[in-house]
């Protein structure tokens, strides 16, 4: 590192993370009109999942939780914590409402052939 501004500036590419509202991330990925089943390919999701994912381990291995300069020393272990614990929440997130549409699907289809088999086994 040259200055504790270009320790900033490494730093600066996730800012993404914190611009993303998560309400909208959840909508965007699983209130889709007119695709199939309302969502994004699991795919697509995964490739959320993923970016996250990867933002939180660079967010962690950017620097040392304390670099010393010629004039200053930099205390980045909150910075990094709090960036890469935003990371892991919209990761768990988007985890959380994939499970959700899966056991949601799973009852649904489980239910259907309940009825199908009920109406089959039925004299007429």
């Known amino acids: 590192m040259i200055s504790p501004t270009a320790l900033l500036d490494q ?4 800012e993404f ?8 991330l959840i909508e ?3 209130n889709v009109p007119d695709v199939p089943y309302n969502k994004l390919p699991l795919d697509a999701i995964k490739e959320e999942i993923t970016r996250f994912h990867e933002a939180e381990e660079e967010i962690l291995n950017i620097s040392n939780n304390l670099c010393d300069f010629p004039m200053f ?4 272990a909150k910075l990094k914590n709090s960036l890469a614990g935003y990371a892991r929440k919209l990761k768990r997130r988007i985890c959380e409402k994939t499970y959700e549409w899966c056991t949601s699907s ?3 289809i ?12 039925k004299t007429p």
């Open 73 to 76: 020393r930099v205390k980045a």
């Open 17 to 24: 993370v914190l611009n993303i509202d998560s309400k909208e």
């Open 106 to 108: 799973v009852d649904h």
């Open 11 to 14: 730093y600066k590419k996730f």
């Open 28 to 30: 965007s990925l699983f």
């Open 110 to 121: 489980d239910k259907t052939f309940t009825y199908m088999e009920q109406r089959i086994q």
